[in-house]
């Protein structure tokens, strides 16, 4: 079983999944990228959208709803894609795909072929410029891959916000939105401990320091962007 089918069997949607979802809303036409055994796919369809996907696991594909409109099996970095997809999406979808490319900004080169002015991209990353990763590598020296999470041992590209927007504005995508999954701040863990600090904090400074520091704060995001 594909260890992302495995991980929606044991735990469901992810939080970062679950706002995918909500921000598609119902009655679109949806292309969805790396859609594994289709688990998110399913979530769409119940949505009354019209889902479009293109898959390069073939054992993947076989899983995939019967009622899902077209099924692609080819890498989205081939230049030959954009002629197999429509050109009429209100959403493209990337949830946790980049990473697992040799050459994403071929994918986003790709993508913006077949993206009108109202399409918009929704693309979904692990920061690995997040507190967690920053402590393990400063107190620890630790570095090491492992199943799954930001260091999945299939990851090809690591992003952090900034490189992350950055890329997509090099190949051509505006980014309206940026919403993140927090991970707890330098020192909170400490802070969370005492009462009343505890409740200035929360109440006055995290999300100010959250906004002030994305890269820091955030575990996972989620980037909103249209040509």
């Not at 089918?5 to 735990?11: G, M, T, Y």
């Not at 998110?40 to 996907?53: A, E, G, T, Y």
């Not at 890498?75 to 894609?81: L, M, R």
Request: proline letters at 2%; hydrophobic letters at 45%.
């Amino acid at each position: 079983m594909i260890i992302y089918e495995k991980l929606f069997k044991a735990h469901g949607l992810s939080l970062t999944q679950q706002r995918i979802i909500e921000l598609v809303g119902q009655n679109k036409k949806v292309l969805e990228v790396g859609s594994s055994s289709g688990y998110m796919s399913k979530f769409f369809l119940r949505n009354n959208c019209r889902v479009d996907v293109v898959e390069i696991e073939k054992i993947a594909l076989k899983k995939v709803s019967k009622k899902i409109n077209k099924v692609i099996h080819k890498s989205i970095e081939d230049s030959s894609i954009a002629s197999e997809l429509n050109k009429d999406y209100d959403f493209i979808i990337l949830s946790d795909v980049i990473e697992h490319l040799a050459f994403p900004e071929k994918a986003l080169e790709n993508l913006k072929k077949i993206a009108s002015n109202d399409t918009k991209l929704i693309l979904s990353t692990p920061n690995i410029a997040c507190w967690i990763i920053r402590k393990e590598l400063f107190l620890k020296g630790r570095f090491e891959y492992e199943e799954s999470g930001i260091l999945d041992k299939t990851h090809l590209r690591l992003f952090t916000v900034d490189s992350l927007l950055k890329l997509l504005s090099e190949s051509g995508w505006k980014t309206h939105q940026i919403i993140g999954t927090i991970t707890r701040l330098p020192f909170e863990g400490l802070i969370l401990k005492i009462p009343i600090i505890n409740f200035i904090f929360e109440r006055i400074f995290k999300k100010p320091l959250v906004n002030l520091n994305k890269n820091l704060a955030f575990v996972h995001f989620i980037v909103v962007s249209q040509i």
